[in-house]
């Protein structure tokens, strides 16, 4: 069965800190793509990035960044030098045949100034 | 690119009214449409996937006759809660996916969402 965990549920940083978001998947197609998004207070899931299984090279943009590793089934998150305004909900998803997305339990980032 | 609309943003209804709920695709064509339900504290869960022209697919647990759902078009989807009674109250959430490649960084196989719609039924 295929299945998303984010074992973090909730996190509090002070601005400026790093903080890296767990992300530990379960499938067993070869072929799948892992998401990331973002839920703000007002409710929208903000699409952050997009990863396929054949694609294993870390991606940076701005203070984001993202560490994929099929080996240990994990695709975490890291946000470098946090802003309040990074304060949200994330939630990492994988991707079924047919597009269905499996989410994990959502990991609540709160950045206090 | 890769704008997605829901209508109302916010719903009060009394309890055995119908409320419908619109889900647009502003600049792109979707040829999938998804609902979700959000409960509070809580993670997402899909109600029922959506194609252009065919009937919808619920998951197993969610109603198809308490909840309708049309995509009539490549750009609307919407979800009509018929009867709607207290414990219907939640945050629905649609997504799009589909768009030409090149049009949103994500790609087809990428859900873009609405702004969710909060419904409320006394």
């Known amino acids: 069965a295929q299945k998303v965990t984010q074992a973090q549920t909730e996190i509090s940083v002070v601005e400026k800190e790093d903080v890296t978001l767990d992300c530990v998947y379960e499938t067993r197609d070869t072929t799948y793509y892992l998401f990331w998004y973002k839920q703000p207070p007002s409710g929208e899931l903000v699409f952050l990035i997009r990863?396929?299984?054949?694609?294993?090279q870390n991606e940076i943009s701005g203070r984001y960044s993202w560490n994929f590793q099929k080996s240990t089934s994990s695709f975490n998150f890291t946000i470098t030098a946090s802003q309040v305004v990074d304060s949200a909900v994330y939630f990492c998803?994988?991707?079924?045949?047919?597009?269905?997305?499996?989410f994990g339990q959502g990991t609540e980032l709160s950045v206090k100034p | 690119g890769a704008v997605v609309s829901q209508h109302p943003s916010w719903v009060i209804c009394k309890s055995g009214t119908s409320v419908k709920i619109e889900c647009r695709s502003l600049?792109?064509?979707?040829?999938?449409m998804f609902w979700y339900r959000q409960f509070p504290k809580q993670s997402l869960m899909l109600m029922a996937t959506?194609?252009?022209?065919?009937?919808?697919?619920?998951e197993q647990g969610v109603e198809k006759d308490k909840f309708l759902i049309n995509h009539a078009s490549l750009t609307l989807s919407t979800l009509t809660v018929t009867s709607a009674h207290p414990e219907d109250s939640s945050f629905y959430i649609c997504?799009?996916?589909?768009?030409?490649?090149?049009?949103?960084?994500?790609?087809?196989?990428?859900?873009?969402f609405g702004p969710g719609t909060r419904l409320l039924v006394l």
């Open positions: 990863r396929n299984s054949f694609d294993e």
């Open positions: 998803a994988l991707s079924e045949k047919g597009g269905k997305l499996i």
């Open positions: 600049d792109f064509q979707a040829t999938t």
């Open positions: 997504s799009a996916s589909g768009g030409r490649s090149g049009l949103a960084r994500g790609g087809r196989e990428t859900q873009y």
């Open positions: 959506s194609n252009e022209g065919s009937k919808a697919t619920y």
